[in-house]
């Protein structure tokens, strides 16, 4: 199994950036392709980004497309989710996620590995 925990987030202004990341342990030597999530109160969990194992393909969602860029480290295990100009819509609680098959995915249920999330609260 895998481990994932979530920093960066916090409260920004409208129009700032932050940057997520995500640490992962456990059977890192597994290959994952990985995305993020974010789920504000009330709605359901929405795609936002997903990498494959090699970083070389990156998927995102329209509402995020050119404001947030997702990168991953193998060597440190980590993947980050570099977010600008952020909206106040863009406040909810941010989820790292792991899944061992290498086809991409934006459904949550077809990811089995989540960390604990990270608020992310931005101000108008």
């Known amino acids: 199994q895998v481990q994932l925990a979530e920093s960066g987030g916090g409260l920004v202004q409208a129009g700032g950036s932050l940057n997520l990341s995500c640490a992962a342990s456990?059977?890192?030597?597994?290959?994952?392709?990985m995305g993020w999530f974010r789920q504000a109160p009330g709605r359901e969990r929405e795609f936002l980004a997903h990498?494959?194992?090699?970083?070389?393909?990156?998927v995102y969602a329209d509402s995020v497309k050119g404001r947030f860029t997702i990168s991953r480290d193998n060597a440190k295990n980590t993947v980050n989710l570099q977010m600008n100009s952020l909206k106040p819509e863009d406040t909810a609680v941010y989820y790292c996620?792991?899944?061992?098959?290498?086809?991409?995915?934006?459904?949550?249920?077809?990811?089995?590995?989540w960390g604990q999330g990270t608020q992310v609260t931005v101000s108008s």
């Open positions: 456990g059977r890192t030597g597994t290959t994952y392709s």
């Open positions: 990498i494959n194992w090699s970083g070389s393909t990156t």
């Open positions: 996620a792991a899944r061992t098959s290498v086809l991409f995915s934006r459904t949550p249920a077809n990811y089995g590995y």
